[in-house]
């Protein structure tokens, strides 16, 4: 070996070496919002915070099922108890007084401070006058026995006002105090966990004792060896995809790797030159993957799963040098002859794939970047790596067995131009019919959750009566006195719109903690305790009510005049401060309120009456809205980002070839066989997304290959000519077969972004081949080859 | 705060079923069942198949809560609507429009001047269907359901008797002490409701002319 060889081996393995170690420390990360943007609007930076780590994407609901009520009620009873203990949870609600006792002492304790109906004409004989006739007629009513109790304490009904202020549309039905659907069949719980949603160790480690604390209290129960448990919520999702993609993504790649192996087995018939041919491959995706570690600091599992594709593009470029060396020569002969067209093929993707680079849909970028890097490097390495290690005498004669068939298949091929345009023709037309209609504009069609898992979602999100958000007002203010007291400002505004009906209710931060400024208002509401029992006195007159009645009230409202202001540490340790730190958040140097509206009827009413109000620092969230309106806008984007890719590749074959004519070429079939594509997918799979998008851009990236191959013109002594345009065609046929082999074997798995990929791709790539073979087949093939 | 919303729905459905109450009549008492006096047994008996023969009837009431905070009672009327075997209606016209109704095993409340109306089951708050119970058990002749809630004292014999009734359940106890069911023939005549805190009240009731 020559010493020049030495140092390329020498390079590579270095290379090789350095790409196992930085994948050897690669983090590896199956959150769905990588797939979100970078660099958002201040609305889209809360929207992905909030599906990223918010209260809302620390719930797990969960259901027991398939025991009589009599057993779900103890089971839920009894996993509630041991899982409260457990540090991954903040909360553990199953509806039984335990668990709200805590927090019902706090709204008593603290009522005062707590409720809006506190000001000064809170306390005067009139109004206190109008509280006892409506306390009166309360005690003669079915309320009666409610009112009775409290009444000593609170004749003013602040209790009930200060739950009213945050009790939310539908409660769960319940049995024995244990939340239940509302048909008995299953008992709910739910959970709100430490960790973020998308931390799926963490959510993983919380189902894992969610699961034993079921087990052990089923041991402990009788009758209940078939109750089982059902899990939802974000977190169950980050567990499951990620369990997915790791799954889906092993298992394809081993099967589409044996299959394209074995195919390679089959014609190549020698082990050495299937692990040569793999060689290129193996070691573009290890850099491609090292590439994409570097470069966003952790590989995303889709991006992983790609890995599996690259399988289908950089096997050709081995596929190519091996079919096309005649039996007997040196491979070294080949290369030059081969070398050009095959760097303008990779040049081609990688114009096609750097459009994705620019993305600001970070998924979309390590695509790119990991498509692009692996295609050099699989190209370097059949370039400069393979030569040294193939042995002089290889041979591959195998393929001209059916070399002449493919060849007596292509020379027809002319005879279907007319039908070919004919073709395209209604595919334009298709999609020139179905424009509006071509994509699928919501977010939830990237989401890996499968419809089975949705559908349970929602089923137990209704039995909760918690259905999911949708609007949400957001206050920005420099701290967190500020956030609170514009919280109260825009709550005066939304609860005047919920008295017209535009929307049902709303939550607000305030409800838990009001700002101090109002609570030192109310305090200075109440009136001194000399003050408060003689307008007591005065309102009491007439009634039937006995005077020392409503001591307490005197003393509650007089010690909740001197008592210290709450703050945040003042709600520790109950449930409430978990809802409190959930619709409170410091963001930075700034504090974010969030106030979460229900049953919004008039969503452009909302929007216009908060924008004419002038609060500064406020937005009007719409959580479905915005991010489809997100997607909608990353997908404009991937579109625009593909077309220019495209223009990129004319210019660049218009840069190596100087002829319009060579261009008109290759550019033809990949344009026909990209719109007759889409028009397929069109018909038979309903709608598109960014994933089919990225599947058109690997269309290119293998189709140009194929229409560059063709398009060669070799010069030279015709016979020769004959012999090399055959190698080549059987090459491309052999590489055609390993890309749909890869590409097809993606459409069986469940994971959306894979499935449409590999279903766009396996599609393009035949028809791709098909089409340069009609549109690229010089006339005199027809006349040599015929019979 | 889910908790307090089935908290105020339970208390509101209690005190709302927990309608009946009457005077105590003098009698000999006689516990039901495993009584040591097999008349009685009959006597209660006698009194159930006279409670069955009523397929529908129709009230006014009048009831009067005493309690311990006021230092007069209050008064409320309406009418009393029973429909065999398991219907019962109680609508206060005075002072304030109220609505309750049960059938079968569900209890609607409603707001009298149209507003919000209430709806639960009586099987998931065994309480308040004991409470209920005592009154549509009652009316219904069913002595069997009777004495699985309660504790069973008649006193008197027909035409003129008393129903003691001591709830078994103790959650129930530690709300309602005693419910007294007065009546004649096969008509109930009063009501009376001891809670636990020492307030009463009680109900009269008399035949609705049509």
Same mark, same amino acid.
């Given at each position: 070996m020559s010493s020049r060889n030495l140092w390329r081996i020498g390079l590579w393995l270095a290379g090789l070496a350095a790409c196992v170690v930085i994948v050897g420390t690669a983090r590896f990360s199956a959150d769905l *919002?990588?797939?979100?943007?970078?660099?958002?609007?201040a609305a889209q930076e809360i929207l992905v915070e909030q599906l990223r780590d918010g209260v809302v994407s620390r719930l797990i609901l969960v259901a027991i099922e398939d025991a009589p009520p009599s057993v779900l009620a103890p089971l839920s009873k009894a996993m509630a108890a041991q899982l409260?203990?457990?540090?991954?949870?903040?909360s553990v609600n199953n509806g039984d007084d335990q668990s709200l006792a805590k927090d019902h002492d706090f709204l008593w304790r603290n009522r005062y401070l707590l409720? *809006?109906?506190?000001?000064?004409?809170?306390?005067?004989p009139a109004a206190l006058r109008r509280a006892l006739d409506n306390d009166l007629q309360l005690l003669g009513s079915a309320a009666g026995v409610l009112v009775k109790t409290m009444l000593p304490a609170d004749p003013t009904g602040d209790m009930l006002h200060v739950i009213g202020q945050?009790?939310?549309?539908e409660h769960p039905a319940s049995r024995d105090g244990i939340w239940f659907s509302p048909d008995g069949k299953r008992a709910l719980l739910v959970m709100e966990t430490s960790?973020?949603?998308?931390?799926a160790d963490a959510q993983q480690h919380a189902l894992l004792l969610i699961d034993n604390a079921l087990q052990s209290a089923k041991a402990a129960t009788?009758?209940?060896?078939d109750a089982r448990l059902l899990t939802s919520g974000p977190g169950v999702f980050s567990v499951r995809i990620r369990d997915q993609v790791k799954q889906d993504a092993f298992r394809l790649s081993i099967l589409a790797t044996l299959a394209v192996a074995g195919l390679l087995l089959l014609v190549y018939r020698s082990p050495v030159m299937l692990v040569l041919a793999l060689l290129p491959v193996a070691t573009g995706a290890l850099a491609g993957i090292a590439a994409v570690s570097l470069g966003f600091g952790s590989v995303h599992g889709i991006t992983l799963g790609f890995g599996v594709t690259l399988i289908g593009e950089a096997v050709d470029y081995a596929i190519y040098l091996f079919t096309q060396t005649a039996p007997g020569r040196p491979p070294e002969e080949t290369l030059p002859r081969i070398w050009p067209t095959l760097r303008l093929g990779v040049l081609t993707s990688v114009c096609g794939f750097s459009a994705m680079l620019l993305s600001s849909f970070r998924g979309l970028a390590q695509l790119g970047l990991f498509s692009i890097v692996g295609l050099i490097v699989a190209v370097s390495v059949t370039r400069w790596v393979l030569p040294v290690l193939?042995?002089?005498?290889?041979?591959?004669?195998?393929?001209?067995?059916f070399g002449p068939a493919i060849m007596r298949l292509c020379s027809r091929a002319r005879a279907l131009r007319y039908p070919l345009l004919v073709l395209v023709l209604a595919a334009a037309a298709l999609l020139a019919l179905k424009h509006g209609n071509?994509?699928?504009?919501?977010?939830?069609?990237?989401?890996?959750?499968?419809q089975q898992d949705q559908l349970l979602d929602r089923q137990l999100r209704t039995d909760l009566g918690a259905?999911?958000?949708r609007y949400m007002a957001v206050v920005n203010a420099p701290g967190e006195q500020q956030a609170l007291a514009s919280s109260e400002t825009l709550g005066r505004l939304i609860q005047r719109l919920a008295g017209e009906g535009i929307l049902a209710g709303f939550d607000s931060p305030a409800f838990y903690l009001p700002s101090e400024s109002t609570q030192r208002a109310r305090q200075a509401a109440i009136p001194a305790a000399s003050d408060l029992r003689a307008n007591l006195l005065r309102a009491l007159?007439?009634?039937?009510?006995?005077?020392?009645?409503f001591a307490p009230f005197l003393a509650d409202a007089n010690a909740a005049k001197n008592q210290p202001l709450l703050d945040?540490?003042?709600?520790?340790?109950?449930n409430l401060a978990a809802k409190l730190d959930g619709l409170l958040i410091r963001r930075g140097e700034d504090w974010a309120a969030l106030l979460p509206l229900r049953g919004v009827a008039d969503a452009s009413r909302l929007k216009a009456e908060i924008a004419a109000s002038?609060?500064?620092g406020v937005l009007l969230l719409d959580l479905k809205g915005d991010s489809d309106q997100l997607y909608q806008s990353y997908r404009h984007q991937a579109l625009l980002l593909a077309l220019l890719g495209a223009l990129a590749i004319v210019a660049l074959l218009f840069l190596s070839f100087r002829s319009p004519t060579r261009v008109y070429a290759v550019v033809v079939p990949l344009a026909a066989s990209v719109a007759v594509t889409v028009a397929l997918l069109a018909v038979s799979g309903g709608k598109l997304s960014i994933f089919n998008l990225v599947g058109l851009l690997l269309v290119v990236g293998v189709g140009s290959n194929y229409a560059l191959f063709f398009e060669r013109r070799d010069t030279g002594e015709e016979a020769s000519a004959r012999q090399h345009r055959e190698r080549i065609i059987v090459s491309l046929v052999l590489a055609n077969l390993c890309t749909v082999i890869g590409f097809g074997v993606?459409?069986?798995?469940?994971i959306p972004v894979l499935h449409g990929i590999g279903m766009t791709v396996a599609i393009g790539a035949i028809l791709s081949l098909v089409f340069s073979a009609i549109l690229s087949m010089p006339k005199y093939d027809r006349d040599q080859a015929g019979p | 705060m889910r908790r307090d919303a089935a908290l105020i729905l339970a208390l509101l459905c209690l005190a709302g079923a927990a309608f009946p109450a009457a005077p105590a009549r003098a009698g000999n008492t006689v516990e039901h069942?495993?009584?040591?006096?097999?008349g009685s047994d009959a006597a209660l008996q006698q009194i159930m198949l006279g409670l069955q023969s009523v397929k529908q009837s129709r009230a006014r009431f009048v009831e009067r809560k005493y309690l311990h905070m006021l230092n007069q009672p209050l008064e409320s009327s309406g009418t009393l609507i029973y429909a065999a075997p398991d219907h019962l209606e109680k609508n206060t016209e005075r002072p304030k429009p109220e609505r309750l109704v049960v059938d079968r095993d569900s209890l609607v409340i409603e707001d009298g001047n149209g507003g919000q109306s209430r709806n639960l089951s009586l099987a998931d708050n065994p309480e308040i269907g004991t409470i209920v119970e005592s009154v549509r058990a009652t009316l219904a002749g069913d002595g069997e359901s009777l004495s699985r809630f309660y504790v069973v004292k008649l006193q008197g014999k027909l035409p003129a008797w008393t129903l003691l009734l001591e709830p078994r359940d103790p959650k129930v106890l530690a709300m309602v002490r005693s419910i007294r069911i007065g009546g004649r023939n096969s008509r109930i005549e009063t009501v009376e409701t001891f809670e636990a805190g020492g307030d009463r009240s009680v109900m009269t009731v008399l035949p609705d002319r049509p």
């Amino acid at each position: 070996m020559s010493s020049r060889n030495l140092w390329r081996i020498g390079l590579w393995l270095a290379g090789l070496a350095a790409c196992v170690v930085i994948v050897g420390t690669a983090r590896f990360s199956a959150d769905l *919002s990588t797939f979100l943007p970078r660099s958002p609007s201040a609305a889209q930076e809360i929207l992905v915070e909030q599906l990223r780590d918010g209260v809302v994407s620390r719930l797990i609901l969960v259901a027991i099922e398939d025991a009589p009520p009599s057993v779900l009620a103890p089971l839920s009873k009894a996993m509630a108890a041991q899982l409260r203990a457990a540090p991954d949870f903040v909360s553990v609600n199953n509806g039984d007084d335990q668990s709200l006792a805590k927090d019902h002492d706090f709204l008593w304790r603290n009522r005062y401070l707590l409720s *809006s109906d506190v000001t000064p004409e809170h306390f005067t004989p009139a109004a206190l006058r109008r509280a006892l006739d409506n306390d009166l007629q309360l005690l003669g009513s079915a309320a009666g026995v409610l009112v009775k109790t409290m009444l000593p304490a609170d004749p003013t009904g602040d209790m009930l006002h200060v739950i009213g202020q945050f009790q939310g549309g539908e409660h769960p039905a319940s049995r024995d105090g244990i939340w239940f659907s509302p048909d008995g069949k299953r008992a709910l719980l739910v959970m709100e966990t430490s960790a973020p949603g998308f931390d799926a160790d963490a959510q993983q480690h919380a189902l894992l004792l969610i699961d034993n604390a079921l087990q052990s209290a089923k041991a402990a129960t009788v009758g209940a060896q078939d109750a089982r448990l059902l899990t939802s919520g974000p977190g169950v999702f980050s567990v499951r995809i990620r369990d997915q993609v790791k799954q889906d993504a092993f298992r394809l790649s081993i099967l589409a790797t044996l299959a394209v192996a074995g195919l390679l087995l089959l014609v190549y018939r020698s082990p050495v030159m299937l692990v040569l041919a793999l060689l290129p491959v193996a070691t573009g995706a290890l850099a491609g993957i090292a590439a994409v570690s570097l470069g966003f600091g952790s590989v995303h599992g889709i991006t992983l799963g790609f890995g599996v594709t690259l399988i289908g593009e950089a096997v050709d470029y081995a596929i190519y040098l091996f079919t096309q060396t005649a039996p007997g020569r040196p491979p070294e002969e080949t290369l030059p002859r081969i070398w050009p067209t095959l760097r303008l093929g990779v040049l081609t993707s990688v114009c096609g794939f750097s459009a994705m680079l620019l993305s600001s849909f970070r998924g979309l970028a390590q695509l790119g970047l990991f498509s692009i890097v692996g295609l050099i490097v699989a190209v370097s390495v059949t370039r400069w790596v393979l030569p040294v290690l193939l042995r002089r005498d290889f041979a591959t004669n195998r393929s001209t067995l059916f070399g002449p068939a493919i060849m007596r298949l292509c020379s027809r091929a002319r005879a279907l131009r007319y039908p070919l345009l004919v073709l395209v023709l209604a595919a334009a037309a298709l999609l020139a019919l179905k424009h509006g209609n071509l994509w699928d504009d919501e977010l939830s069609s990237l989401s890996p959750v499968s419809q089975q898992d949705q559908l349970l979602d929602r089923q137990l999100r209704t039995d909760l009566g918690a259905p999911d958000v949708r609007y949400m007002a957001v206050v920005n203010a420099p701290g967190e006195q500020q956030a609170l007291a514009s919280s109260e400002t825009l709550g005066r505004l939304i609860q005047r719109l919920a008295g017209e009906g535009i929307l049902a209710g709303f939550d607000s931060p305030a409800f838990y903690l009001p700002s101090e400024s109002t609570q030192r208002a109310r305090q200075a509401a109440i009136p001194a305790a000399s003050d408060l029992r003689a307008n007591l006195l005065r309102a009491l007159s007439g009634l039937p009510f006995r005077p020392e009645t409503f001591a307490p009230f005197l003393a509650d409202a007089n010690a909740a005049k001197n008592q210290p202001l709450l703050d945040h540490d003042s709600l520790r340790g109950i449930n409430l401060a978990a809802k409190l730190d959930g619709l409170l958040i410091r963001r930075g140097e700034d504090w974010a309120a969030l106030l979460p509206l229900r049953g919004v009827a008039d969503a452009s009413r909302l929007k216009a009456e908060i924008a004419a109000s002038g609060q500064a620092g406020v937005l009007l969230l719409d959580l479905k809205g915005d991010s489809d309106q997100l997607y909608q806008s990353y997908r404009h984007q991937a579109l625009l980002l593909a077309l220019l890719g495209a223009l990129a590749i004319v210019a660049l074959l218009f840069l190596s070839f100087r002829s319009p004519t060579r261009v008109y070429a290759v550019v033809v079939p990949l344009a026909a066989s990209v719109a007759v594509t889409v028009a397929l997918l069109a018909v038979s799979g309903g709608k598109l997304s960014i994933f089919n998008l990225v599947g058109l851009l690997l269309v290119v990236g293998v189709g140009s290959n194929y229409a560059l191959f063709f398009e060669r013109r070799d010069t030279g002594e015709e016979a020769s000519a004959r012999q090399h345009r055959e190698r080549i065609i059987v090459s491309l046929v052999l590489a055609n077969l390993c890309t749909v082999i890869g590409f097809g074997v993606l459409t069986f798995s469940r994971i959306p972004v894979l499935h449409g990929i590999g279903m766009t791709v396996a599609i393009g790539a035949i028809l791709s081949l098909v089409f340069s073979a009609i549109l690229s087949m010089p006339k005199y093939d027809r006349d040599q080859a015929g019979p | 705060m889910r908790r307090d919303a089935a908290l105020i729905l339970a208390l509101l459905c209690l005190a709302g079923a927990a309608f009946p109450a009457a005077p105590a009549r003098a009698g000999n008492t006689v516990e039901h069942p495993g009584s040591e006096t097999p008349g009685s047994d009959a006597a209660l008996q006698q009194i159930m198949l006279g409670l069955q023969s009523v397929k529908q009837s129709r009230a006014r009431f009048v009831e009067r809560k005493y309690l311990h905070m006021l230092n007069q009672p209050l008064e409320s009327s309406g009418t009393l609507i029973y429909a065999a075997p398991d219907h019962l209606e109680k609508n206060t016209e005075r002072p304030k429009p109220e609505r309750l109704v049960v059938d079968r095993d569900s209890l609607v409340i409603e707001d009298g001047n149209g507003g919000q109306s209430r709806n639960l089951s009586l099987a998931d708050n065994p309480e308040i269907g004991t409470i209920v119970e005592s009154v549509r058990a009652t009316l219904a002749g069913d002595g069997e359901s009777l004495s699985r809630f309660y504790v069973v004292k008649l006193q008197g014999k027909l035409p003129a008797w008393t129903l003691l009734l001591e709830p078994r359940d103790p959650k129930v106890l530690a709300m309602v002490r005693s419910i007294r069911i007065g009546g004649r023939n096969s008509r109930i005549e009063t009501v009376e409701t001891f809670e636990a805190g020492g307030d009463r009240s009680v109900m009269t009731v008399l035949p609705d002319r049509p």
